[in-house]
């Protein structure tokens, strides 16, 4: 069965950290560009970051320097490492894989192949 697995989620206060996995069975992320979004309640889902399979990045405005996506193809992982949380990164984290090496821009939610089922993650004091 294919199909990604996010976890790493939880309860953190402002100025914290957590690291969110996504992990994939079925297929291999090597060959797939990978992306993390996250949707707050009554919001869209937005993209916070993207990795192409040569491992460069993309990543929205808001996370820059904040957070950081990484791979580790030996165990078939993508790492969202999230830094100096703030409140409105409160949201459900998902991982989405697509079938290029390269992150694609403006496409819509239903254009990538595979999903997670989330993971919350809430930043409040």
């Known amino acids: 069965q294919l199909q990604l697995v996010e976890s790493g989620g939880g309860l953190v206060q402002p100025g914290g950290s957590l690291r969110l996995s996504c992990a994939a069975s079925g297929f291999t992320l090597e060959y797939h560009a990978v992306a993390w979004f996250r949707q707050a309640p009554g919001k869209e889902r937005e993209r916070v970051s993207c990795?192409?399979?040569?491992?460069?990045?993309n990543d929205a405005d808001s996370v820059k320097g904040r957070f950081t996506i990484s791979r580790d193809n030996a165990k078939n992982l993508v790492y969202l490492q999230m830094n100096n949380l703030r409140p409105e990164d409160t949201g459900n984290y998902f991982c989405?894989?697509?079938?290029?090496?390269?992150?694609?821009?403006?496409?819509?939610?239903?254009?990538?192949?595979?999903w997670g089922q989330g993971t919350q993650v809430t930043v409040s004091s």
């Open positions: 990795s192409n399979t040569d491992g460069s990045a």
């Open positions: 989405a894989s697509y079938g290029s090496n390269w992150c694609p821009n403006q496409i819509g939610l239903y254009e990538y192949d595979y």
